[in-house]
Structure formats: C-alpha cells, structure tokens
C-alpha cells in the first residue's frame, strides 16, 4: 500500500493536475455544487437540467457538503492516476518478467514519459494539438486521463476489470465493469463490448477442451455470469433511457443533431475527428492486438476493436446523431492505453537480466541511472507545469470580476456573460443565463439550451438596448461586457470595471 501511494503521487506529479476548476469540472461538477449549496447555484437553470452523471455528482455533493474539502478532489484524481499506473504495470508484468531492475526501471521511465505533461507539449507544439494523447488517449478527443478530475477518469475502473478477468475474478470483474459506468453512462456501450471479450475468451476455452461436460457447465457459467451483468448495468441502462422515453422523434432527433453537429463534432462526428493521427492510434491498438501474449488478453483487445469498428464505419456512413451520441469508438480510450502499455513491454523485453550479460556494469548501473533520470526529468517538468497552471489561473483576466461577484451576489441574481467564460459559475457561486462549454443532455433541455445560446450570441456580436431587454425579461439581473464595448442603456447601472470586464445592473423597466 505505501508503494501504491509513493508511486501515485509521482505519477500523478509527472502527468499533472491543474487547479479546480477547469474544463469539464465546470460542467460535471455543477449539479454536485448545487446539491451542496455552493453559492446560489441552486437557482441556475443548468443546475435543475436532467443530470448526466448521478453518481459522480453525488460524489461532489458529498465533499463539499459533509466534508467540506474541496481539496480531496486533488487526491481522489491521484488515487485513479495511481491506479490506472499500477495496473497498467500488473498487466506488463504479466506480458514480460519485469524482475530484472534495468529492464523494470526502463519501462517505468517509458511509461512516465509517455505519459507526461513534457512529452505531451512536444507532440502538441511539433505534430499538432491532435496528437497530444496519441499514445495514451483514445479516438474522437476522449481519453481516461486529462488534467482534470471528471467522471470520465472513473474509466480507469475498466482497466482495472480487465485485470481482475484475467486472474480468474470474473465476477469482481463485472462489477466493476458496471462500477465504471454508474460513473460515467457514456461507458455504457465499452463495458457491453468488453463484458462480450471476456465471455467469447472464456467461451472459446471450453470449446478449445473438446470435452461435452466442460463446454456445457461453461456455458451454464457463463449465462450466470451474463445474468448478474445484465442486472449490475440496468440501472444505467434504464436511467439513459430516461434521456430519450416520452420525446418525440422530431424533438429527440433535433435535440440530437444541437450535439452531434453543433456542440461536440469534434467528440460525435468521426468526420470531424479522425484524421491522420487516428490512424496511427489504430495501428497501435492493432500492434498490441497482435504482439498481446495472454490469450484472455487478445479477446478483450479483439472484440472491442471489431465491434467498435463496425459501428464506428456505420455512424460515418449514416450519419445518424443517435448512434453517433453513444460513442461506440469510446472503447478506445481503453484499448489504447493497454495496446502502447504491451508495446512497451515487448520493447524492453529485449533487455537481458543482469546475469545475462558479460558486460553486467550496463545493466547495473548505466540504463537504471539513465531510467532514473528520465522519470526525474518528467517529475520536474510536471511539477513546474503544475506552477504555471496556478499562476495562469491566478492571472486570468476575469479573475477579479469573478471575486467581486462571488462576495456581491443575491439569491435572485442571475447574470448574462460572455459564451466562453467558462469558469464562472464554480467560482462565482452566481446563476447564470447560458454559456457554451456546459449543456445538457436531454433533448427537450438541449433545445433550450441552443435557443439561449442563440440569444445571448447574437447579442454579444451585436450589443443593443433593445436586445438586452429580452434578457431582463427573462430574469437576468447582470450583465458582464468587456471594457472595449461601450452600451449605453438608460437601464444599466455600472458597479464594477477593471482593465478586462465591466459588470452592470439591469434595472427593472416601467
């Protein structure tokens, strides 16, 4: 347990955390604040949309409710780093025999480098920003890991079932198939692919035997086993269905195509994502396929990539946004880190044990000294990328109108702001109109959605005192204008201006 915890936190330094709260957190955490009283995000129209992520929210309601610790967000994120790290290195050592310190400690400083925030600014500033989680995302920008804690990190879980399939724990492994996508529903359909890997693996065996009894007492097994799985993932299956029931075609498909086209293309639209560096993801995911040694291992990687394949080529040919919206390439995001983790393996598989070697001072000190200096490389660069982060949060340039409202906000403010200020909810604790990062996901709630989108964009590209009468009748309160634009409405109170933002009030009308 202690070298558990030892390496998750250098892994976790190595591969960066940036400061709550970033990217997704400000849309997955929204519900969970809102749950916990943070502010007054309770009146936010996004906080009363249908949740995406139950689970997960309830999880962030808890912290900052009864624990009060926003802090532990940190270490829940270092604890799954640190388990998709180990597991990753359970499953090499099953590959190859990592005994050998240069041949371990070589694969370790491979495995940090890949995974590093300094080798991930390499790819992005020389191939391109799509190829920086080439090696350890999957296809359509969607990976385990990011920088940030979000449900989709619990699809380390996956990684983790895989393991314990392996070592005979089918049934611990199927619950924490199901456990990965209670977390996060978008798993829905990688577990289905994976929990079918592991029952054709386990099938093809009893066939393999030639013996009647066997195959028919597996079969009986594995019935059992489909049985328990279909009642573990029911919950989400019947919760997802709650997204889609009682709408119309019409408005479910126009809901649909807001996502697929509009907001997400680059997550929904294979047209939109796959590219060169996608082509170079599946050949590794085929390169581990291949070189994978463990029967049970091939099957797991096999069927998913098949199966994915399939629907994937089908969505790109149909173009149909509900297929597209259930993300059949997602699988990828675990196919890929196993296939570079076996790549990596077969690759220092080729350094022989010090006992092999006459020249035993190379494997004895030279390439562990080396290893060991690239993974101190690594945790350097992490650690002073983890710096930069907090200072450039720190100097954001909205910042200090975000302080202002945090400490002036009233129970019936809602403000109208800039699209892509994104940060402003969770760190305001102020309700707000719309912005672009943060939809929901019921197709009734994402036309509201787009229709207030609409709204406030044609204002922001053209503001007016006629336009931002609407917003006042619709309950906003506040209005956030950068201080390059100048809008003079006999209705505006300014109470705040800085070098970036001006924040008014809209006072009631006649």
């Known amino acids: 347990m202690f070298s558990f915890l030892v390496w998750s936190t250098l892994f976790s330094v190595a591969y960066t955390q940036s400061p709550l709260y970033t990217s997704n957190q400000n849309t997955y955490f929204l519900h969970g604040a809102a749950c916990a009283d943070v502010g007054y995000l309770a009146q936010d129209w996004l906080a009363n949309t249908r949740d995406p992520t139950p689970l997960f929210s309830g999880l962030v309601c808890l912290t900052l409710r009864s624990l009060n610790f926003p802090a532990l967000f940190y270490v829940y994120y270092a604890f799954l780093i640190g388990l998709y790290g180990s597991t990753l290195y359970q499953l090499a050592a099953r590959e190859i025999d990592l005994r050998p310190r240069a041949r371990r400690l070589v694969f370790l400083a491979l495995f940090f480098l890949i995974h590093s925030a300094a080798f991930r600014f390499v790819l992005s500033r020389t191939l391109g920003a799509e190829w920086t989680y080439a090696f350890e995302g999957g296809l359509a920008n969607q990976r385990l890991l990011g920088v940030v804690l979000e449900p989709s990190s619990f699809g380390v879980l996956l990684l983790a079932a895989i393991h314990l399939a392996l070592q005979e724990k089918i049934a611990l492994a199927l619950l924490t198939f199901a456990l990965a996508a209670w977390f996060h529903p978008t798993y829905l359909l990688a577990v289905i692919f994976l929990f079918l890997g592991v029952i054709s693996w386990k099938f093809a065996e009893a066939l393999h035997s030639n013996q009647k009894n066997v195959a028919r007492q597996t079969a009986r097994r594995l019935l059992r086993y489909a049985l328990f799985f279909g009642i573990l ?14 709408v119309s075609p019409e408005v479910r498909e126009q ?3 807001i996502l697929f086209q509009m907001r997400i293309p680059h997550h929904a639209d294979p047209a939109a994502w796959f590219n060169v560096s996608s082509i170079f993801q599946l050949l590794l995911m085929l390169g581990g396929l291949v070189l994978a040694r463990q029967k049970g291992l091939r099957w797991m990687l096999g069927i998913p990539l098949l199966l994915g394949a399939l629907l994937t080529i089908t969505v790109l040919f149909t173009r ?3 297929l597209a919206l259930i993300f059949p390439w997602r699988v990828s995001v675990v196919l890929l880190p196993l296939s570079v983790t076996i790549l990596l393996s077969h690759l220092v598989k080729w350094i022989p044990s010090e006992t092999e070697q006459p020249n035993r001072a190379l494997f004895i000190w030279i390439l562990p000294s080396l290893a060991t200096a690239l993974i101190a490389v690594t945790l350097l660069v992490g650690w002073v990328r983890i710096s930069l982060d907090w200072q ?7 910042r200090p109108l975000m302080a202002f409202v945090a400490h002036q906000k009233q129970p019936q403010d809602v403000y109208l702001i800039p699209l892509k200020m994104q940060d402003f909810r969770l760190a305001s604790g102020a309700p707000i109109f719309v912005d672009f990062k943060s939809t929901p996901y019921h197709p009734l709630e994402v036309i509201e959605w787009y229709r207030r989108y609409q709204l406030a964009d044609e204002f922001y590209r053209s503001p007016s005192c006629t336009k931002l009468e609407q917003f006042r009748q619709k309950g906003v309160t506040h209005l956030v204008l950068s201080t390059e634009v100048s809008l ?3 209705n505006l109170d300014r109470i705040y201006a800085d070098d970036a933002y001006q924040l008014f009030r809209i006072l009631p009308g006649d």
């Open 233 to 246: 993932i029911l919950p989400v299956v019947l919760y997802s269905l709650t997204f889609v029931l009682g």
């Open 488 to 490: 003079d409405c006999p």
């Open 392 to 398: 450039r949060k720190r100097s954001q340039p909205e």
């Open 255 to 257: 809901g649909q195509r």
């Open 320 to 322: 149909n946004p509900g």
